[in-house]
Structures are given as structure tokens and as C-alpha cells.
């Protein structure tokens, strides 16, 4: 009998153990945004999220991820001092400093299309010609190097 209840308690270990699986992002392919709908609200965000770099279900306020490095001013200050391509160039793609890049581009005579402040195709498309123009390093980013080319200043 000890025997029996030895065995069944690993038994049932062993099941409960194996039938546990940790929670993940729900299935749902991303369009070109990153984004994708979730129309039984499982994240409780509503029919529309993103997940970025693995990180659980959000939204974008502003079309800025929370978890992008420029969304927090303390985690910037203290990685300054190392030299990351993530985190020196995603404080460009700021709502207010895109406006700027595609006001000047479309002035300049690159169509960016609407001024929304969002870094999409329109606007991609404007910086890698205006790079191609101006023998740049062609990319369709948004960096220091741009900026200065433009005269826009932060």
C-alpha cells in the first residue's frame, strides 16, 4: 500500500507537471505595422496590439512602443555611455521629430505624404532618395547624420 500511494503521488506530480504550460502570446499573424487584431479581446487591450521583441501585448500611444529605449528618460541617461545602434537612433522616431523630417522632405520636393509624425513606407521611401541625392549612406533611417543633412535640430 505505501508502496502504491509512493507511485501514485509521482504519477500525479509527473501529470501536472507535464499539463502546465506557460502562458503565451496568443496566435494571430502581425501585418506591416507589427500589430494584429485580437478580436476575443484575450489581452484585454482591446481588438488591436502589438507585441515587440517578445515583449507581452501592448498598445502604441502616440505610434511609439512603451518598450522602445526612448520611452524612458532614466534608462537613457544611464546607457549614454554605451554606444547602442538601438538606443542612439530610436529617439528619432519620435512623433514630433518625424513631423520635422517630413515636413522638410516634403518641402524639399521627397513626398513623405501626410505629416503624421509616423515613420512609414511614404516616408522610408523620401529618405532613401533624399540619401541616394545627397551620397549618404542609404538606409531610410532616421539618424544624427540625417538630421544634421536637414538642418533639423532637436
Known amino acids: 500500500m505505501k508502496h502504491f500511494k509512493r507511485v501514485a503521488t509521482i504519477i500525479l506530480c509527473a501529470v501536472f507537471?507535464?499539463?502546465?504550460?506557460?502562458?503565451s502570446a496568443h496566435s494571430g499573424r502581425t501585418d506591416s505595422s507589427?500589430?494584429?487584431?485580437?478580436?476575443?479581446?484575450?489581452?484585454?487591450?482591446?481588438?488591436?496590439?502589438y507585441h515587440c521583441g517578445g515583449h507581452p501585448a501592448h498598445l502604441h500611444k502616440n505610434g511609439v512602443c512603451p518598450y522602445s529605449s526612448s520611452s524612458s528618460s532614466s534608462s537613457n541617461s544611464?546607457?549614454?555611455?554605451?554606444?547602442?545602434?538601438?538606443?542612439?537612433?530610436?529617439?528619432?522616431?519620435?512623433?514630433?521629430?518625424?513631423k520635422k523630417v517630413q515636413k522638410k522632405l516634403n518641402k524639399l520636393g521627397y513626398d513623405c505624404g501626410k505629416v503624421d509624425g509616423k515613420c512609414g513606407k511614404?516616408?522610408?521611401?523620401?529618405?532613401?532618395?533624399?540619401?541616394?541625392?545627397?551620397?549618404?549612406?542609404?538606409?531610410?533611417?532616421?539618424?544624427?547624420?540625417?538630421l544634421k543633412k536637414l538642418k533639423i535640430k532637436l
Not at 507589427?34 to 496590439?49: F, P
Not at 511614404?122 to 540625417?146: C, P, R, S, W
Open 78 to 98: 544611464s546607457s549614454s555611455s554605451t554606444k547602442s545602434t538601438s538606443s542612439s537612433t530610436s529617439k528619432y522616431y519620435k512623433a514630433s521629430v518625424v
Open 34 to 49: 507589427g500589430g494584429h487584431h485580437d478580436y476575443k479581446n484575450r489581452s484585454g487591450l482591446g481588438d488591436y496590439h
Open 17 to 23: 507537471l507535464f499539463s502546465y504550460t506557460a502562458p
Open 122 to 146: 511614404n516616408t522610408k521611401k523620401a529618405i532613401k532618395k533624399y540619401q541616394v541625392d545627397e551620397d549618404m549612406k542609404v538606409d531610410g533611417k532616421i539618424t544624427k547624420k540625417l
